[in-house]
Structures are given as structure tokens and as C-alpha cells.
């Protein structure tokens, strides 16, 4: 069935746009603190518990949720512009970012009662860190193909099989892993996986290291044998996840993070061009620019319709497709204008050529991460009723 597809205009309210002037001010105040470097390249200082931590004090860890589960009960929109505050000024948010975008609104949303009141309040206080078990060595970005295991004994199940690709699963608490509980119906290839909450430091689980062609550990193989998971830790209907599992991406396709992870390169190309830059030059970052706004305007809809209880999964999807195209591509643009771009350092600020160091080693998995654009145009096309 085809889909009304739309991005409709989406005003920021004035609440909104006060919190963004509170966080600019305190993120001002931490990189003047030499909290963190903007645009530095380090991946492993981006994992900050401690910076964590203070975001929750600040309550802007679980800003949409329920108060009764610790959360703050304020709006998508407000949630938008503090994760686009972040991401603009390169804070390092990724111990809770996982768990912030989109493990912590599943579990709200299908986990039981006793998981809600024991792991929100601990997300929202920056205190508990969450990976998805989503690839698998031989069925890549199928999700359907998932041949990891979960067999029923007492009290819960056993994982046996393999996550692949998992970021950051080296240092959290939790995954939620999508495994196959039954087989596929003949009619339906979505049948048969289930949702679980899986603690990492469960006996049986093995975490492998994949180190990218950067030198940096992001990466992790899972492995499982045995694993127990509590019949407590099952999220939602078993064999019935992947209405839930698509849900979760629709959180994760549409935000900032999906067109604002290379911006650093953008501002970076702005500055070696000066005040007066040539006409070839303002014109490719005057063509750059026009992209982002037009980026904004669309990620900034998606926000609202998320606001209205919407799932808009194919306006998430090409926001995906197209944002992470353009800051995929961004990194080398910047480099076209100025390759030998060199300037003065200013305090709690990086040279041009560390900052295009890190923006283009980064680049190449941003087309990847949260579905390859060959599923995402699927997912789009089947949207608008051409598949």
C-alpha cells in the first residue's frame, strides 16, 4: 500500500529555542574548560561517561519521556534541537547516545514493567550505556536472513550465533539483540525473530574487537553460546519484533546525526577560504550550505510527526539515504577547495588538515550505519507504492 508521503513545514516553538540558547551556553562553557575539542578526530574521547553523566544532571538524557520513569516529558522538538546542538559542536555523547535515541524509547514502549523501572531512570541519568545486535556475518543489512539463536528453556532462553559490526559493545551494559526465536512462515519472512534485553557481562558472551582501517576500535564481533536471557528480558510479542525493530530505526534514520556527523569539514572549509573566497569556492560552499538547510528543513519534520505520534519510516528513510550522501561526500568537497589548507590554531580549536583527517576516515561507513542505501531506497519505494 503506497504512502502519503510529505514533509511538512515545522516551526520551532519558543521553548525550544530557549533550550537551545541554554545548551549553547553550557557547551560553550565545557569546551572553554577543555571538556572536549571540537571536530578533534579522537573517537575514543567522544565515548565521555563522566560528560554523560553530566548531561543527565542537566536532565537531558531521556528529555521526552515519561516522568514517572525518571524522563522529563518534553517534546520531540526540543529533543531535536538538543541533538542538534550536540552534534554542531562536536560534544562526545556516544556512551549514552545509543540508549538516549533509541534503545530506551523500545523499551518504554514494549519492555516489561520491572525492566522500566530499573534501566530508565539509569539511562536518564547517564549511567547506563546500550549496543544493538542487529548484522550478522553472513546475512549483512537482511535482517530476515538473522540466524542467531534463542532456544526456550526454564525461566528464559539460551543465544547461540553471532552479532557483527556491533559499535561500542567493548564498553556498555546492554544490548538489544534481534534474534530468531521460530523459522519464517512461507507467507511471511518477518516472522519468527524476537527482541532481547541482553546484559554484556552475561556468561557466554564474547566480545571480539574489529579495528578499523583508522586504527580505532568502534567495531566488536558478539559472539554467544549459551547465553542466558531471562523470559523477563524479552521485548514484546515473541517471533512478532520486526514491526518493533523497524520502529527503533525510524528514531535512529531521521535525526541530525544523519546529516550533521561531517559538518566540522564544512566549518573547516569555511574558515581556510577567508572572508573573500573565489567564485569556484563560494560557489561549492554555497551549494553545501543550500543542501544542509534543505536537510534541516526535512529531519526538522520528521521531528514533528514523531511529536505527533506519527512512524514515518519512509520520510525517515530518505532523510537517511540523502544525508548521509551529502556528509559522506562532504569531507572531500572541502578538501577540492583548499588541499592545502593550513591556519593559525585558536585555542580549543584543530588544524584544518586533522580536522579532514578525521572527517575522512569517518566517511566511508555513514552509508552504512542504520541501513545501506540500497535498503533504505527499497524500504522508500515500497513507501511510495513502486514496489
Given at each position: 500500500?503506497s504512502?502519503t508521503?510529505r514533509?511538512d513545514?515545522m516551526q520551532?516553538?519558543?521553548?525550544?529555542?530557549a533550550l537551545r540558547?541554554?545548551?549553547?551556553s553550557f557547551?560553550r562553557?565545557e569546551i572553554?574548560?577543555?571538556t572536549?575539542?571540537?571536530?578533534?578526530?579522537d573517537?575514543?574521547?567522544n565515548?565521555?561517561?563522566e560528560?554523560?553523566?553530566?548531561i543527565g544532571?542537566?536532565?537531558w538524557?531521556?528529555?521526552?519521556?515519561?516522568k514517572?520513569y525518571?524522563?522529563?516529558?518534553?517534546?520531540?522538538?526540543e529533543?531535536?534541537?538538543?541533538?542538534e546542538?550536540?552534534?554542531?559542536h562536536?560534544?562526545?555523547?556516544?556512551?549514552?547516545?545509543?540508549?538516549?535515541?533509541?534503545?530506551?524509547?523500545?523499551?518504554?514502549?514494549?519492555?516489561a514493567?520491572?525492566v522500566?523501572?530499573?534501566l530508565?531512570?539509569e539511562?536518564?541519568?547517564?549511567?547506563?550505556?546500550?549496543?544493538i545486535?542487529?548484522?550478522?556475518p553472513?546475512?549483512?543489512?537482511d535482517?530476515f536472513?538473522?540466524?542467531?539463536?534463542?532456544?526456550?528453556?526454564?525461566?528464559?532462553?539460551?543465544?547461540t550465533?553471532?552479532?557483527?559490526?556491533?559499535s561500542?559493545?567493548?564498553?556498555?551494559?546492554?544490548?538489544?539483540?534481534?534474534?530468531?526465536?521460530?523459522?519464517?512462515?512461507?507467507?511471511n519472512?518477518r516472522?519468527?525473530?524476537?527482541?532481547?534485553?541482553?546484559?554484556?557481562?552475561?556468561?557466554?558472551i564474547t566480545?571480539?574487537?574489529?579495528i578499523?582501517?583508522a586504527g580505532h576500535?568502534?567495531?566488536?564481533e558478539?559472539?554467544f553460546?549459551?547465553?542466558?536471557?531471562?523470559?523477563?528480558?524479552?521485548?514484546?510479542?515473541?517471533d512478532?519484533?520486526?514491526k518493533?525493530?523497524?520502529d527503533?530505526?525510524a528514531?535512529?534514520r531521521s535525526?541530525?546525526?544523519r546529516?550533521?556527523?561531517?559538518?566540522?569539514?564544512?566549518?573547516?572549509?569555511?574558515?581556510?577560504?577567508?572572508?573573500?573566497?573565489?567564485?569556484?569556492?563560494?560557489?561549492?560552499?554555497g551549494r553545501d550550505?543550500?543542501?544542509?538547510m534543505?536537510?534541516r528543513r526535512m529531519?526538522?519534520?520528521?521531528?514533528?510527526m514523531?511529536?505527533?505520534?506519527e512512524?514515518?519510516m519512509?520520510?525517515a528513510?530518505?532523510v537517511?539515504?540523502?544525508?548521509t550522501?551529502w556528509?559522506?561526500?562532504?569531507?572531500?568537497?572541502?578538501?577540492?577547495?583548499?588541499?592545502?589548507?593550513?591556519?593559525a590554531?585558536?585555542?580549543?580549536?584543530?588544524?584544518?588538515?586533522?580536522v579532514m583527517r578525521?572527517a575522512?576516515?569517518?566517511?566511508?561507513k555513514?552509508?552504512i550505519q542504520?541501513?545501506?542505501?540500497?535498503v533504505?531506497?527499497g524500504?522508500?519505494a515500497r513507501?511510495?507504492?513502486?514496489?
Amino acid at each position: 500500500m503506497s504512502h502519503t508521503f510529505r514533509f511538512d513545514p515545522m516551526q520551532f516553538p519558543p521553548e525550544a529555542e530557549a533550550l537551545r540558547q541554554e545548551i549553547r551556553s553550557f557547551l560553550r562553557a565545557e569546551i572553554d574548560a577543555g571538556t572536549f575539542t571540537p571536530g578533534s578526530g579522537d573517537m575514543d574521547s567522544n565515548f565521555n561517561p563522566e560528560f554523560s553523566r553530566k548531561i543527565g544532571a542537566k536532565g537531558w538524557i531521556g528529555l521526552t519521556w515519561p516522568k514517572e520513569y525518571g524522563g522529563h516529558g518534553r517534546s520531540q522538538i526540543e529533543r531535536y534541537v538538543l541533538t542538534e546542538e550536540f552534534l554542531a559542536h562536536g560534544a562526545p555523547v556516544r556512551a549514552h547516545w545509543v540508549a538516549d535515541r533509541q534503545s530506551g524509547p523500545v523499551l518504554l514502549k514494549f519492555g516489561a514493567e520491572s525492566v522500566k523501572r530499573k534501566l530508565i531512570p539509569e539511562i536518564v541519568r547517564g549511567e547506563t550505556y546500550f549496543c544493538i545486535g542487529l548484522s550478522e556475518p553472513n546475512s549483512g543489512s537482511d535482517l530476515f536472513a538473522a540466524s542467531t539463536r534463542a532456544k526456550k528453556v526454564d525461566g528464559g532462553y539460551k543465544v547461540t550465533g553471532t552479532k557483527i559490526w556491533t559499535s561500542n559493545a567493548h564498553r556498555t551494559q546492554y544490548m538489544i539483540g534481534l534474534i530468531r526465536t521460530s523459522q519464517p512462515t512461507e507467507d511471511n519472512r518477518r516472522h519468527g525473530l524476537t527482541q532481547f534485553l541482553i546484559k554484556m557481562d552475561t556468561p557466554g558472551i564474547t566480545v571480539r574487537p574489529i579495528i578499523n582501517l583508522a586504527g580505532h576500535h568502534d567495531f566488536n564481533e558478539v559472539h554467544f553460546d549459551d547465553a542466558f536471557v531471562p523470559d523477563e528480558h524479552v521485548i514484546g510479542r515473541p517471533d512478532e519484533a520486526w514491526k518493533q525493530a523497524t520502529d527503533e530505526l525510524a528514531y535512529e534514520r531521521s535525526g541530525p546525526d544523519r546529516w550533521l556527523e561531517t559538518i566540522f569539514a564544512l566549518n573547516a572549509g569555511i574558515r581556510v577560504s577567508g572572508p573573500n573566497p573565489d567564485d569556484r569556492t563560494a560557489e561549492t560552499i554555497g551549494r553545501d550550505v543550500a543542501h544542509l538547510m534543505t536537510l534541516r528543513r526535512m529531519s526538522a519534520s520528521v521531528a514533528g510527526m514523531l511529536q505527533a505520534g506519527e512512524t514515518p519510516m519512509t520520510e525517515a528513510a530518505v532523510v537517511k539515504d540523502l544525508g548521509t550522501n551529502w556528509e559522506q561526500a562532504l569531507p572531500n568537497r572541502m578538501r577540492l577547495i583548499a588541499p592545502d589548507g593550513v591556519r593559525a590554531p585558536s585555542p580549543n580549536d584543530t588544524a584544518y588538515e586533522e580536522v579532514m583527517r578525521y572527517a575522512t576516515h569517518i566517511a566511508p561507513k555513514l552509508t552504512i550505519q542504520g541501513g545501506t542505501r540500497e535498503v533504505l531506497r527499497g524500504i522508500i519505494a515500497r513507501g511510495l507504492g513502486l514496489r
